[in-house]
């Protein structure tokens, strides 16, 4: 049973670009849930999404950012417009229903 | 708003001591609080966890004591080893918007 997977693991962009940053879930559980690492920092929630619903996005920034959990495929945090301050690791948890998160190795996001 | 403190962001032991990490909640619907250990540049790994109905957990030389009308919980391990030498985070997670709110995290440094 292979682990959350996210996709890319690095990514470089100049600001004023777009990220997209991929996160599929373990097999059997519906929930994800993205948090943000800002070095030497802890992780903050973003957002909580299930299939086609997004349950909790109080994290999220009500600008530039946005994501999506389509029927079909993986989660997708997006960031428009990327700022040096976006700079940080991306992580993304799944679960089954109210169970314990586990956390993909991240997207380490790096704008210049 | 919800928030969890935790002491102390250092923390250095020779091997074979004890090493203790605290949290406090603010909260009080909270119902689960897990813990994680982060190795540099690697993904957050859950390493015990404890539920409300329940004032103590150990799992080998780790342990996590919870008090709920204090609205703090505590990481303990024994024994440490140099491969325990990472951050650890806290986390508090409440039924129902199963969210995390994470700790500022402990940086251990076990000493041969």
């Known amino acids: 049973n292979a682990g959350v997977m996210q996709n890319p693991r690095h990514l470089v962009r100049r600001r004023g670009q777009e990220a997209r940053l991929r996160c599929s879930p373990m097999?059997?559980?519906?929930?994800v849930y993205w948090y943000r690492q800002l070095p030497e920092e802890g992780l903050k929630f973003m957002v909580y999404?299930?299939?086609?619903?997004?349950?909790?996005e109080s994290g999220m920034p009500k600008e530039r950012f946005s994501a999506e959990f389509p029927k079909e495929g993986p989660s997708i945090l997006r960031i428009q417009q990327v700022v040096r301050g976006d700079s940080a690791a991306y992580f993304c948890?799944?679960?089954?229903?109210?169970?314990?998160?586990?956390f993909g190795p991240g997207t380490r996001l790096l704008v210049l | 708003g919800e928030n969890v403190e935790q002491h102390p962001s250092t923390l250095s032991v020779q091997e074979g001591d004890s090493a203790v990490i605290k949290c406090t909640y603010s909260d009080s619907a909270s119902n689960y609080f897990p813990w994680y250990k982060q190795e540099l540049g690697k993904r957050p790994q859950l390493i015990i966890d404890i539920r409300s109905n329940v004032g103590e957990k150990k799992d080998q030389r780790i342990a996590v004591t919870l008090n709920k009308t204090a609205k703090h919980f505590s990481l303990h391990i024994t024994e440490t080893q140099p491969e325990d030498s990472a951050v650890y985070f806290c986390?508090?997670?409440?039924?129902?918007?199963?969210?995390?709110?994470f700790g500022t995290g402990t940086r251990l440094k076990v000493l041969a």
């Open positions: 948890a799944s679960s089954p229903v109210g169970e314990t998160q586990y």
């Open positions: 097999k059997g559980h519906s929930h």
């Open positions: 999404l299930q299939k086609e619903n997004i349950i909790d």
């Open positions: 986390a508090a997670s409440t039924y129902g918007t199963y969210k995390y709110i």
